[in-house]
């Protein structure tokens, strides 16, 4: 069974895409049937925002934008030990509010 996310974990997520020219980072990379452009799928480097009771996590990017996954999604798992080491300048840090971090500014 696998363990329950948490706020500020990093996580990947892989997303599918289209292009005719795919990035160094591509995987499973497949022509198209004309030959024109190719499928193939990208690991994103996110951080888990929020956890919420109805089964659904926010993922922030890098830029800080915000995606409601659920946490069931197959495109979705927990960054190995290694790949945080790696990898740990993708993923971004989240950056806490001194109202919401238990201290107050006097």
């Known amino acids: 069974m696998q363990h329950a996310y948490r706020v500020g974990e990093p996580v990947i997520f892989v997303v599918s895409k289209n292009s005719p020219e795919p990035g160094r980072r591509a995987k499973h990379v497949h022509p198209s049937p004309a030959g024109e452009t190719y ?29 409601d996954v659920e946490i069931s999604d197959p495109r979705l798992r927990h960054a190995r030990w290694w790949e945080r080491w790696v990898y740990r300048e993708r993923f971004p840090s989240l950056r806490v509010a001194p109202e919401f971090a238990g201290t107050t500014s006097e």
């Open 39 to 67: 499928s193939y799928q990208i690991e994103k480097f996110w951080t888990v925002a929020e956890v919420r009771s109805d089964g659904h996590i926010v993922l922030v990017t890098r830029r800080g934008k915000q995606h």
